[in-house]
């Protein structure tokens, strides 16, 4: 595992933390902006990406037919992806084929979809010159293309980047026991998201202290997934918290197939799928919970 820790602004730093599953991979990040957006913002920034991933899986050169491939298939992913929130489709034929994946965060409307998009299409090309395959993260979306020709046959969560607030919280037994509570329901209920566009659902576990008075949790999955495949791609995404998020006060994971996001203040713009009240911290179990209508 390697990590890099970021300055220290205002008493908290941030860490980045690359996954084993990337390390062979070429990755840059700005600290700047990973700081700006863990610790003290939710706003969204469209031209800096979370995190990219370039592919070492080939390379095109600029006047080749993989290359007008690519581009006709990243017009179509931005065009056809900012309808519903999420698309995947291919350009080409083999050797020259790319396959690709796109996701806007299911709360995003359609015009800071499309707008996330056709950004990242832009800006991946930029990040990861000749690249036969690359991925980008941002607040609001997600893009990948590859020339994987099984693409599109694997459920993958891969590659993956986690992503953690360094501030530490208090009362870290009660805190990771209630937002495990939460993470678990908003899971079960995206997961049963059948027949909706979007398996995405958020959630607020309130009366955790009097200084941090509410957790909010974010959990999201492709629609093509079914239940148990959804369900199980966020369950492995929760098995690493006890080991990279430990005590601290919000952390990220992100993948092509799910990923997840908890906090001590709100960083959506949806109504909670389900709001949870703590008990007193000197008794009781669990939550109440008051699952809301999305």
């Known amino acids: ?5 970021l300055p220290t602004v205002a008493g908290a730093i941030c860490t980045f933390i690359v996954p084993p599953s990337t390390m062979a991979t070429s990755v840059s990040i700005s600290p700047l902006f990973l700081l ?7 706003s969204p920034a469209m031209a800096q990406p979370l995190y990219q991933v370039c592919d070492q899986t080939g390379n095109y050169t600029a006047n080749s037919t993989y290359k007008s491939n690519l581009d006709l ?3 179509s992913l931005a065009s056809n992806g900012s ?3 999420f698309y995947n489709g291919t350009a ?8 690709g994946i796109v996701l806007c965060r299911g709360d995003v409307a359609t015009a800071g979809c499309s707008s996330c998009l056709a ?5 991946l090309l930029q990040l990861c010159p000749n690249k036969g395959g690359a991925t980008v993260w941002y607040d609001d979306c997600l893009l990948r293309y590859s020339n994987n020709q099984s693409f599109f046959s694997s459920t993958d969560n891969s590659p993956m980047a986690y992503l953690v607030n360094e501030k530490d919280i208090p009362e870290v037994s009660r805190f990771d026991k209630l937002m495990s509570e939460l993470m678990s329901g908003i899971a079960d209920r995206a997961a049963a998201s059948n027949g909706s566009s979007k398996k995405f659902a958020t959630g607020t576990m ?23 495949r959804c369900r199980q791609c966020l369950q492995k995404l929760f098995d690493v918290i006890p080991n990279l998020f430990e005590g601290k006060r919000g952390a990220r994971a992100v993948g092509v197939r799910c990923n997840m996001r908890y906090e001590v203040y709100s960083f959506y713009q949806s109504t909670p799928t389900l709001r949870l009240t703590a008990p007193p911290a000197s008794g009781g179990s669990g939550g109440s919970g008051q699952p809301l209508i999305p």
């Open 92 to 99: 080409g034929r083999s050797p020259d084929q790319v396959s």
């Open 36 to 42: 700006a957006v863990l610790c003290f913002s939710s």
């Open 1 to 5: 595992m390697s990590s890099f820790a």
């Open 73 to 75: 298939l990243l017009s």
């Open 119 to 123: 950004t990242a299409g832009q800006v």
């Open 83 to 85: 309808l519903s929130g």
């Open 206 to 228: 309130s009366n955790f202290t009097s200084e941090l008075p509410t957790i909010y949790g974010l959990v999201q999955c492709t629609p093509d997934l079914s239940t148990n």
